[in-house]
């Protein structure tokens, strides 16, 4: 079971970037999914999370600005990000909360389990 990240990069103050998370693997079930950030001498911090019936919450610093959504067909969450500025640049993890079978076994946990995707960079100057 894996959480694969894609879309960062270096972008402008007032540009947009968009990024996407696929999980894959042995999943039964996907709980919440969110994306989390951490910046050069900071704690990592929720950016964004989506639960299964589609509630969202968001960090005070990025409402109005960022979006979360996800695809459940396609086991996927995205964060797209609009209006960026210099403050919004860190390492940003996806995470999702999942109840996935043990390898190579059809037995499942009895609790769902955090898992987190590969950081990526977004740097947004000035």
């Known amino acids: 079971v894996q959480l694969q990240a894609s879309g960062g990069g270096l972008v402008q103050a007032g540009g947009s970037l968009r990024l996407s998370c696929a999980a894959s693997?042995?999943?039964?079930?996907?709980?919440?999914m969110g994306w989390y950030r951490q910046a050069p001498g900071k704690k990592r911090e929720l950016v964004a999370s989506?639960?299964?019936?589609?509630?969202?919450n968001y960090a005070e610093s990025v409402k109005g600005r960022f979006t979360i959504s996800r695809d459940d067909a396609k086991n996927t969450v995205t964060l797209q990000m609009n209006s960026l500025k210099p403050e919004d640049t860190a390492v940003y993890y996806c995470?999702?909360?999942?109840?996935?079978?043990?390898?190579?076994?059809?037995?499942?946990?009895?609790?769902?389990?955090?898992?987190w995707g590969q950081g990526t960079q977004v740097t947004v100057s000035s």
């Open positions: 995470g999702a909360n999942m109840l996935a079978y043990y390898p190579g076994s059809p037995v499942l946990p009895s609790d769902p389990d955090d898992y």
């Open positions: 693997g042995r999943i039964a079930i996907i709980n919440t």
């Open positions: 989506v639960s299964s019936s589609y509630s969202t």
